[in-house]
């Protein structure tokens, strides 16, 4: 499980991000590391109990977690490593176009959520053909008292178009969510709710919530 030195390892290394003080607190990482790879393993059951779709696609919990090396040949910043974790989970692994669930651990900063975001232009296309096609069901979704409950600001976007995408009416019913570039929903948690020992119990309920939604968006694809 994710404790308070998790979250301390994540701390320290913001405050000392350098490949020096990283190798020197090898340790201290694999020890972090370890914590949120169990919370995956666990997770990864709790989920396969109502997701078939991830019961049967057989991941690997490493791969489900993302490198903390951070890509720094474009990027002005060149600290070397991200000062979080982050799991993603989907079936055909996180790599995938699917939608999927998702955890963000770093202190203070925290979140949880599921959906699709940011996906390549032909996915989105689908995804927008499927909430035209089926928009009475994409509402009766979005406005679920479950998903709600967990989500009180349903499902976000990164991004919206400010003209209508190519083949939609201005008119039609769905044109809000057409113009999403993504369809994803967040939600933030206390560090004092990540450490808690009754998180992946938690989590699960969370994440149940969102496999109406995760089973839309993948129907699409």
């Known amino acids: 499980m994710i404790t308070a030195t998790t979250l301390e390892f994540l701390t320290d290394l913001k405050a000392n991000n350098t490949k020096a003080w990283f190798d020197e607190h090898k340790k201290e990482y ?126 976000k976007a990164s991004g919206k178009l400010v003209r209508p995408p190519k083949g939609y009416d201005s008119t039609s019913p769905a044109i809000d969510y057409l113009k999403c570039k993504d369809y994803y929903t967040q939600r933030f948690l206390s560090d004092e709710e990540v450490t808690d020992p009754a998180f992946i119990a938690s989590l699960s309920r969370i994440f149940r919530s969102l496999k109406p939604l995760t089973d839309f968006l993948n129907k699409s694809l």
């Open 30 to 155: 694999q020890k972090a590391q370890g914590d949120v790879l169990d919370t995956v393993v666990k997770l990864l059951v709790e989920i396969a109990g109502f997701d078939v779709d991830i019961a049967t696609s057989h991941l690997d919990p490493k791969a489900c977690i993302m490198r903390i090396n951070r890509d720094i040949r474009f990027s002005k910043d060149k600290t070397p490593y991200k000062t979080n974790f982050f799991a993603f989970i989907s079936k055909g692994g996180r790599k995938s176009p699917y939608a999927g669930y998702y955890l963000h651990v770093e202190p203070g900063a925290s979140f949880v959520g599921g959906g699709i975001y940011m996906p390549e232009t032909a996915i989105l296309d689908q995804i927008r053909h499927q909430i035209d096609s089926f928009f009475s069901e994409w509402q009766s979704i979005i406005s679920d008292n479950n998903l709600l409950h967990c989500f009180p600001e349903s499902v």
